[in-house]
């Protein structure tokens, strides 16, 4: 069975433009959830989706946002990128049926912002 | 509010010996937790979990250990072997209506010595 996968795999972008990431679940999980690595904030859940609705949202600001399509991929979109937003971009897929769930990882979006 | 907390940001072990990795929580309502290995470059990888109903679980050379009345949880790693080195995250889902929603700590970097 494939894995969660992640695209692109990196990016450059420059402060003011938008960027959109998408990730491909495990076929058959139904929940996706977005996550931030940063050094000094380690991972920070963004927000999730399940069949097509957003579920849970983290603290971010609305710059933030994301969809999800009726075959589970997702995408989550950036607009008016600033520095602070260069981070490792995680998705991850799980059944989705309960929290308890185990979460499945993609490799991430490594996104830098100049 | 770091809900989940790993307070060694680094260890370093002999090839062979145990590797103890340490977690702790504050929110009570968590009643099961997960560990998660992460490489360099690649997303976290699920390695063992445990619920609160349990105070062990083992899964070959890995084994979590769960004190609720300290709140404390415990990665174990017998033997440690060099490919063990990487990232360790232990986590836990917001209960069970809540989704996948998984609030991290901020890792403890592991080597092991040849």
């Known amino acids: 069975k494939a894995g969660v996968t992640q695209t692109p795999r990196y990016l450059i972008k420059t402060r003011g433009q938008q960027v959109t990431l998408s990730c491909s679940p495990i076929?058959?999980?139904?929940?996706v959830s977005w996550y931030q690595q940063t050094p000094g904030q380690g991972l920070q859940f963004l927000f999730e989706?399940?069949?097509?609705?957003?579920?849970n949202k983290g603290n971010f600001p609305g710059r933030f946002s994301g969809r999800q399509f009726s075959n589970s991929r997702s995408e989550m979109n950036v607009s008016t990128l600033e520095l602070g937003d260069s981070a490792l971009y995680l998705c991850?897929?799980?059944?989705?049926?309960?929290?308890?769930?185990?979460?499945?990882f993609g490799a991430g979006t490594r996104l830098s912002v100049l | 509010d770091q809900q989940v907390k790993q307070n060694s940001p680094s260890l370093s072990v002999q090839e062979g010996r145990i590797s103890i990795l340490n977690c702790d929580y504050t929110n009570s309502m968590f009643d099961y937790f997960l560990w998660y290995k992460k490489y360099p470059a690649e997303g976290p990888t699920f390695l063992i979990s445990i619920s609160s109903i349990k105070d062990k679980n083992e899964d070959g050379r890995f084994t979590v250990f769960l004190n609720k009345s300290a709140k404390h949880l415990s990665l174990h790693i017998v033997p440690s072997q060099p490919g063990d080195s990487a990232v360790y995250f232990c986590a836990a889902p917001r209960g069970e209506t809540s989704g996948s929603r998984l609030t991290f700590g901020e890792g403890t970097q592991l080597t092991v010595n040849p």
């Open positions: 989706y399940f069949s097509e609705t957003q579920r």
């Open positions: 076929s058959g999980h139904r929940s």
């Open positions: 991850a897929s799980s059944l989705g049926g309960v929290a308890k769930n185990i979460q499945y």
